[in-house]
């Protein structure tokens, strides 16, 4: 991290001085720093003279004496609270009266940091993310006592540095850590209930929602020595808040070392650096004859639903009931099949759901969920009639919300609540997200894309189904969505 920014400093045109408490990991961050300017000479991406003056910018600092001219110093060392309150006192007799002091703290509170400090005022966060260079976001974090003009000029030497300045309150996780929380917490939910495997979650969020990672594809790579400890500190930091609780699953698996793709093991096992994924099921034979479909007159958009059936040459019945012999086809938003199937009288041994969250024609596999009553020859018959068209299709076990449903609703929920909290602006949130999580979107497009009012309404019948606060609306959604405002929507 520390060489990361370095280099993108030394490239703004500034001259860096890097210290270490090593004398030889000095050596290595320069040596480490030179060798990507020379490989960018070789590619014809600098000029030899370029990448000669940008060596000359890097010096190295053997004592912490040697950052006494520094007009700003920024750390990046362990993750310790102590350790850093140490540091920084250290610093703040060293440095001249105006120099700025910051830590790339990605968990500990800014305040905390500097609480000991004789001019907290000048210091402030400066969170980035690694890769250093390719990740072109920077958290500006105020302390409590942080003066507002030293997150400006901070935001205005990202820009120079080639990075985007998102603006942050002192809270935990700051923005990207907070609204990451929506993410792989709920995938490991979903999974820790024996709806799906982790393979078939990873599939269906990247192909209904367009991640380019899964949940668990993620963790593999950030690691769960790295991201396990984040789910903890923040909530216990917001006192064990229901919305960021962590799994036993990753709790089991650090304790194991089953961290992840460096490892060679994590949720996948890794051969050469490649993730061995398990095939996914065959697609059913047709039966000799399939039954014909009644579609629910709840279903959510049914008028596409029926033209799909039509498309996929299903016979479709139109009575106000099913027939004896119908496949019963539900798409709820946040209930269960198994709860649809007794509130609207269907037999519940040939009735499927489908998630329609997400309009077909927008995504690349669709999802059908059985309960638990459902008879294996109507399960396979409705796989086949959606499959029909080569379109992928996953068979998941009942649960409120599918599995993009809730997971989609609790990114958008907790994107809310972070602007609810106004920790951040909606710009800056969907910014550090899109840059920092590389999701397809900002969680407060995506819940506009997708509908606020359908949002809330699987957050609120998922919170009927399990009976768990954790899913209760932020103000924010309630709001925005009852007045039929854009979420990203700021008040005057």
């Known amino acids: 991290m520390g060489r990361g920014i370095a280099q993108i400093a030394a490239q703004a045109g500034s001259r860096v001085r890097i210290h270490d408490t090593q004398p030889k990991a000095i050596e290595q961050a320069c040596a480490a720093i030179t060798q990507q300017w020379d490989r960018q000479a070789e590619k014809g991406k600098l000029t030899p003279e370029q990448a000669s003056a940008l060596k000359s910018r890097l010096v190295p600092a053997g004592e912490l004496q040697d950052l006494t001219d520094c007009d700003l110093v920024i750390e990046a060392i362990v993750e310790r609270l102590d350790v850093k309150q ?168 650090l304790a194991g070392g089953v ?42 958009r049914r008028a596409e639903l029926l033209q799909l059936l039509k498309d996929l040459g299903a016979r479709i019945e139109t009575g106000a009931s099913p027939s004896a012999q119908a496949l ?10 198994t709860t649809v199937s007794i509130v609207e009288r269907l037999d519940p041994t040939r009735t499927v759901g489908i998630d329609l969250l997400v309009p077909d024609a927008s995504t690349r596999r669709r999802v059908l969920a059985t309960n638990p009553a459902t008879r294996a020859d109507y399960r396979d018959a409705a796989h086949a009639l959606m499959a029909r068209d080569g379109k992928a299709v996953s068979v998941i076990r009942d649960s409120g919300g599918f599995v993009t449903q809730r997971v989609v609703a609790t990114i958008v929920n907790i994107a809310s609540d972070i ?29 506009d894309q997708l509908g606020p009012t359908e949002i809330l309404e699987v957050l609120f019948n998922v919170q009927t189904v399990y009976g768990d606060p954790r899913y209760r609306p932020s103000p924010w959604l309630r709001r925005r969505g009852a007045l039929g405002l854009s979420l990203r929507h700021t008040e005057s």
Request: include cysteine; charge should be negative; charged fraction near 20%.
């Open 419 to 447: 602007c609810q909290q106004r920790i951040c602006s909606p710009a800056d949130l969907e910014t550090a997200v899109t840059l920092g999580l590389g999701y397809p979107t900002g969680p407060l497009s995506l819940g």
């Open 86 to 253: 140490q540091l920084f006192a250290q610093l703040e007799s060293l440095v001249k009266p105006e120099a700025v002091l910051a830590t790339n703290t990605s968990s500990l509170s800014v305040t905390a940091i500097a609480a000991g400090l004789k001019h907290p005022e000048r210091f402030a966060g400066y969170h980035f993310f690694n890769p250093v260079p390719l990740m072109r976001v920077v958290e500006v974090i105020a302390g409590l006592k942080t003066d507002a003009g030293v997150c400006q000029r901070l935001a205005t030497y990202a820009q120079e540095m080639g990075h985007q300045a998102v603006q942050a309150q002192d809270t935990p996780g700051f923005i990207v850590n907070h609204a990451g929380r929506g993410y792989g917490t709920e995938a490991l939910r979903v999974v820790s209930e024996g709806i799906a495997d982790f393979a078939t979650i990873d599939r269906i969020l990247k192909d209904q929602v367009g991640f380019r990672l899964g949940p668990f594809e993620l963790m593999d790579l950030t690691a769960l020595d790295v991201s396990h400890p984040v789910m903890e500190s923040i909530y216990r930091q917001y006192y064990d808040e229901p919305r960021y609780r962590p799994s036993v699953i990753t709790a089991q698996r």
């Open 259 to 300: 961290v992840g793709k460096k490892v060679g093991e994590g949720f996948y096992r890794y051969v050469d650096g490649v993730a061995q994924v398990p095939p996914e099921p065959p697609t059913p034979a047709e039966p000799h004859e399939m039954p014909p479909v009644w579609v629910s007159s709840r279903a959510v």
């Open 328 to 337: 019963c086809l539900v798409a709820p938003l946040g209930f269960d099949v």
